[in-house]
């Protein structure tokens, strides 16, 4: 898949047939949230309606609600490194090559997913939420939610799933009325904006049911300003080992 202009994406494929293109276009244009009307954001964030456009307001998702909730658990207390190792263990055994459904994972099991696919104290979450989510009816075999049924008091009460990952899930269903907050936040917040995130939503609150995006649009004009700062050359210098040869023998005693 690649971005042929502003508004079109190249698309290809190989060892499915025809009959499959329905199936392709439903995955491609959930990744790419092609579905999400934009007007609205750009109304709420006048500032950013430009960059909204430009498709600054879309997130790139999984093939379904379930793959993105299982993978948002992958990253609670833990390294982006340590995430993408669980994901591609998921990968390889329950999922023969892709990412496992529902079913899938309950048939896999908790102790599988401990041991085999270390996912630790994870395991135990995603079974349980599994579990309650296809009992419920939230999601279906294969993993489609059912939004009306994964509103964010619903998923804070499932077993292991707290405020940042609920936050971050809905945002997946582009709700963007709460920003999921975990450490990175924090600390962009501190350094960047002085202020907690508690104080950032109570300075942006016109942001209303928009706040998130216009958390992740704040940060996305910054990385645009960044790169279009010019690069201003080093003056090279002597190797670091050569430099404190140098100050050594400069201090050492003749």
């Known amino acids: 898949m690649a971005q042929r202009d502003p508004l079109s994406m ?3 494929w190989e060892g499915f047939d025809v009959t499959a293109l329905p199936e392709i276009r439903k995955r491609v244009r959930r990744w790419l949230c092609a579905d999400w009307e934009p007007a609205p954001a750009m109304a709420a964030l006048p500032q950013d309606a430009a960059l909204i456009a430009l498709g600054g307001g879309r997130l790139l998702r999984c093939s379904s609600f379930y793959e993105d909730f299982v993978k948002t658990v992958l990253t609670i207390n833990t390294s982006w490194w340590s995430t993408c190792r669980m994901a591609a263990a998921l990968v390889v055994e329950p999922g023969a090559g892709a990412f496992p459904g529902p079913e899938a994972l309950l048939d896999y099991g908790e102790q599988r997913l401990r041991e085999r696919a270390k996912l630790g104290f994870r395991a135990a979450t995603v079974i349980s939420a599994t579990r309650r989510l ?5 999601i279906d075999a294969a993993g489609d939610g059912q939004p009306e049924h994964l509103d964010h008091d619903y998923l804070v009460s499932l077993k292991g799933i707290g405020p940042y990952a609920a936050a971050h ?7 963007f009325s709460r920003i999921p907050v975990d450490s990175a936040v924090v600390a962009y917040l501190r350094e960047r904006q002085g202020c907690s995130p508690a104080e950032f939503a109570a300075s942006w609150s016109s942001w209303g049911p928009y706040l998130a995006l216009g958390y992740r649009l704040t940060r996305l004009r910054e990385k645009r300003a960044q790169a279009a700062e010019p690069v201003i050359p080093i003056e090279p210098g002597p190797p670091p080992f050569q430099a404190l040869r140098r100050t050594k023998r400069r201090g ?3």
């Open 10 to 12: 190249v698309v290809l």
């Open 252 to 254: 050492m005693p003749a």
């Open 134 to 138: 296809r009992e419920d009816g939230a």
């Open 169 to 175: 899930c809905r945002l997946l269903l582009h709700d």
